[in-house]
């Protein structure tokens, strides 16, 4: 589903990625993980070409998208949820759901508020709330929904779990493990290993804009030595 290949980018004359290369396929979550300013964020703005690269491939179901606009790599059905969230805070849940959507597309899952709501109740409690009145966890919700509203086939997701609370972030994994029932291809960016392990099937881990280790996540937790040298804190 999605294909990365040799991405190298720069914020000015600084490198920040360095030759990365992995591949996430429909109905599989893969987790980049990294500590902070690894180069995970800077990996999913490239891909929705908000970053330039400057060599290497990006291909999205095959086609390549690394010329592409970010508009026009979002109306393809690659969805971003970013880690700023940035939804509309003066609209309600309702409104910002509608500025999200976009029309069915062939061989993605079709999602409407109502089917949104069984995946979110806070959301449907909340619907006619202004974003800005509900909480970080509340607000993150709401993020991913309004991107499902575009019915991607593949979505990045980066730092979902981040600053909010414990019974969200269990909401959040119930979440991810039905988007990958749904056939979607997830790329996930996390620094949080077990909120990782609990949904992941693969990880790649970047270390200063490089891929250090590509893998099942059996296979990292049996490697307590990678995570030692590459998330440990």
Same mark, same amino acid.
């Given at each position: ?44 703005? @490239? #891909? /929705? =070409? ?6 290497? +491939?990006?291909?999205?179901? $095959? ?83 309004? @991107? #499902? /509203? =575009? ?6 997701? +980066?730092?979902?779990?981040? $600053? ?70």
């Amino acid at each position: 589903m999605l294909e990365i290949q040799g991405i190298n980018a720069f914020y000015g004359q600084a490198q920040v990625l360095q030759d990365i290369s992995f591949q996430v396929g429909a109905g599989e979550v893969v987790a980049l993980l990294g500590r902070n300013g690894a180069g995970k964020s800077t990996t999913m703005k @490239t #891909l /929705m =070409g908000m970053v330039n690269s400057t060599a290497g +491939d990006i291909r999205f179901q $095959g086609t390549p998208i690394k010329a592409l606009p970010t508009h026009r790599i979002c109306q393809m059905g690659l969805g971003y949820v970013p880690e700023d969230r940035r939804i509309f805070s003066d609209l309600t849940v309702l409104e910002n759901l509608e500025v999200g959507k976009q029309k069915p597309r062939d061989g993605a899952p079709v999602w409407e508020a109502e089917k949104l709501f069984e995946l979110f109740p806070n959301l449907k409690e909340r619907k006619n709330n202004a974003g800005g009145q509900m909480s970080g966890g509340e607000q993150q919700m709401l993020s991913i929904a309004r @991107t #499902l /509203m =575009g019915n991607p086939r593949a979505i990045l997701l +980066d730092e979902p779990s981040e $600053g909010i609370a414990p019974v969200i972030v269990e909401q959040m994994a119930k979440t991810i493990q039905a988007l990958k029932k749904e056939g979607l291809a997830v790329l996930l960016s996390e620094q949080n290993l077990h909120f990782a392990k609990l949904v992941s099937d693969r990880a790649v881990i970047i270390e200063k804009g490089e891929v250090r280790y590509q893998g099942t996540i059996r296979e990292l937790e049996e490697k307590p030595e990678i995570r030692d040298a590459y998330l440990a804190v």
